[in-house]
């Protein structure tokens, strides 16, 4: 079979023209129970390369971002411990009911989703803002609730069958009381109940906090409740009258969350599901991001590191089911951004692309409206080891635009120490005890050489003389940098100018 030439966000799109009515409605949610992690960027980016293709289209669409603040905190992150004492009586409840421990916020919940959305900031993505505890305070969730409460037994069959158990606890229930006393939604059991009203006690001890043990009702309209996870999901889709969604590939496991969506969808709501699509995980270097085990990077590292575009480049391109790797160091960072030049030049208008190209054109125009450098990183690079100042580096690349939008990336990876040991270096003219070989070299050298011409008279003069073009390399880079390593010799003599080099080595 012939390989899908189409890049995944055009094979979505035809299916949401296909199948759906516009206005197209894409949604997603995170819950914001911690610092954002890599991951969570997915959440975010892929439903907004989906609108802004539709939009690019012609079409209209809509995009909610739903904060599911309504979710129970159920830990105190490792980086907030030094507020424990404070949070851990909060356990248990809404994290729109839990105090912000900064003291910025109105709640906790919102202190971190207030951190998601200066990332979206960032990264240019600009959803209709939601939150679930709000949606569920204004009712806009009491239709469904009834609904499920009414239809009980088969509610409880749709999740028990779709999650792949065979038996839910006797004392399951669509909705999850939230305490009148206390405030926790995590320990509450629903004991009596019909479409409109329910009693609830508050007894059950879930490890991480207690119930209080309060005995209480109270009616739907009072909107004292949440509905569960699993039916949480499809419930909010069929409020935002969701055209397409996606998920993480562990949501989309046999027996997982979609598929209970899929089923409430089917037998329950007895309607068309939203699209689904399922999204990899993101990895540095092959593993898993988890800031728990020291792996990987923060996002606000990662955002102070790779320009925007470039990061959305990276997650756009690959088939969405596919693993992602940010490799924010060394030759990995520098060869995504040649990657994302050489894309930002592909035209896929009319004549033959290959698939590869097409991807790679799809996600760069995903990524920004314009190109907004001209200067390769790897000579920003060079050229500001041996000027130091950027405002030399512009002049100099032409690109003083471009140079000043990348420098503090350039200046944090530095900082970082993530670049390639060749690119570490200043210009530190050093006599060597033999310098006929490198002397001769340099009389060779002519004002008007380019890169490639002093790369190839490199090769040309060592076969000449007869040593290996390694050694004559070392000698020089010994000479120039006084080091063994260092940039490509052609782009190196060129930065720091023929002229310069030749006058350097034959006054030695
Ligand atoms: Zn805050
Ligand atoms: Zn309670």
Not at 142 to 149: G, H, T
Request: glycine content about 6%; overall charge negative.
């Amino acid at each position: 079979m012939e390989k899908e030439p189409r890049h995944w966000v055009e094979i979505l799109s035809d299916r949401i023209v296909a199948e759906k009515e516009e206005p197209y409605i894409i949604t997603s949610g995170i819950t914001t129970s911690g610092s954002l992690h890599v991951g969570t960027l997915c959440e975010f980016l892929f439903s907004s390369a989906i609108e802004r293709y539709l939009k690019d289209k012609g079409y209209q669409t809509e995009f909610h971002f739903i904060a599911d603040i309504y979710d129970a905190f159920d830990a105190v992150p490792i980086n907030l411990m030094k507020y424990e004492k404070q949070l851990t009586p909060h356990l248990g409840k809404p994290l729109c009911n839990v105090p912000d421990p900064e003291g910025c916020h109105e709640s906790y919940g919102e202190h971190f989703f207030s951190e998601a959305i200066d990332v979206m900031k960032i990264l240019e993505v600009s959803p209709k803002l939601e939150r679930a505890n709000q949606l569920y305070s204004e009712g806009r969730f009491d239709s469904l609730a009834k609904f499920f409460l009414k239809n009980h037994e088969e509610a409880k069959k749709a999740v028990s069958e779709s999650s792949l158990k065979q038996e839910l606890p006797a004392e399951w229930n669509a909705s999850m009381p939230v305490c009148q006393n206390c405030g926790r939604i995590a320990t509450t059991v629903v004991t009596e109940f019909d479409e409109n009203s329910y009693s609830y006690k508050d007894t059950r001890d879930v490890g991480y906090t207690k119930g209080c043990g309060y005995e209480g009702e109270n009616k739907l309209s009072e909107h004292k409740y949440k509905l569960t996870w699993r039916l949480h999901w499809p419930s909010w889709m069929e409020v935002f009258h969701t055209s397409v969604e996606g998920a993480g590939v562990d949501h989309h496991t046999r027996g997982g969350s979609w598929d209970t969506a899929l089923a409430v969808y089917k037998d329950l709501f007895k309607k068309e599901p939203p699209i689904g699509y399922k999204f990899g995980f993101i990895l540095l270097k092959g593993k898993k991001y988890s800031k728990s085990k020291g792996i990987g990077l923060g996002v606000t590292d990662i955002l102070d590191l790779i320009p925007p575009e470039l990061i959305k480049y990276t997650l756009f391109r690959p088939d969405i089911q596919e693993n992602k790797d940010i490799d924010p160091t060394g030759y990995n960072l520098m060869r995504a951004f040649d990657d994302y030049a050489y894309a930002s030049r592909i035209d896929i208008s009319g004549k033959e692309v290959s698939r590869a190209d097409r991807k790679k054109a799809i996600a760069f125009s995903l990524s920004t409206d314009r190109m907004k450098w001209k200067a390769s990183f790897a000579d920003l690079l060079m050229y500001k080891q041996l000027y130091g100042d950027w405002r030399k580096v512009g002049e100099l690349l032409q690109d003083s635009e471009g140079v000043e939008y990348l420098k503090p990336y350039v200046e944090k990876w530095i900082a970082e120490e993530f670049a390639p040991e060749e690119y570490v270096f200043s210009f530190q003219p050093t006599k060597q005890s033999d310098m006929a070989l490198v002397k001769e070299f340099a009389g060779r050298l002519q004002d008007a050489m380019k890169a490639i011409e002093i790369h190839n008279l490199v090769f040309e003069f060592a076969r000449e003389k007869g040593v290996k073009p390694e050694d004559l390399f070392m000698q020089l880079y010994r000479v120039l940098l006084n080091k063994e390593k260092g940039p490509r010799m052609g782009k190196l003599i060129e930065a720091i100018g023929v002229n310069r080099v030749r006058r350097t080595i034959e006054g030695m």
